[in-house]
């Protein structure tokens, strides 16, 4: 069974840093591409950014590009999201992301999410 936990969400101010944590179990992590998500409120859940089963792409959405960091431990079965010089436009829920297949990657292929954890950015 998939389980994905996210941690590490919180109430920060704006220019402020957070870095979320999700711990993968229930499927073979090291061949399985992993993403972040966010859904904020009244809106639609978009990507965030993803990583592939090896970490050595790495992928971005425009609105993050250059803020945030993707990566992971496959020694740890873990996923983490760097957020830096955060904005009130971050403020979400952000969830964890298993690629439906192995061996692959692609924006639209992520199936399986986790509970989330809430982002809150003052200003």
């Known amino acids: 069974q998939v389980q994905l936990v996210e941690s590490g969400g919180g109430l920060v101010q704006a220019g402020g840093s957070l870095r979320l944590s999700c711990a993968a179990s229930?499927?073979?992590?090291?061949?399985?591409?992993m993403g972040w998500f966010r859904q904020a409120p009244g809106k639609e859940r978009e990507f965030v950014a993803g990583?592939?089963?090896?970490?050595?792409?790495?992928y971005y959405s425009d609105s993050v590009k250059g803020r945030f960091t993707i990566s992971r431990d496959n020694a740890k079965n873990m996923v983490y999201l760097q957020m830096n010089s955060l904005n009130s436009e971050d403020t979400a829920v952000y969830y964890c992301?298993?690629?439906?297949?192995?061996?692959?990657?692609?924006?639209?292929?992520?199936?399986?999410w986790g509970q989330g954890t809430q982002v809150t950015v003052s200003s």
């Open positions: 992301a298993q690629h439906r297949t192995r061996w692959s990657y692609s924006r639209t292929g992520f199936g399986s």
């Open positions: 229930g499927f073979t992590f090291s061949s399985t591409s």
């Open positions: 990583i592939t089963w090896g970490g050595t792409g790495t």
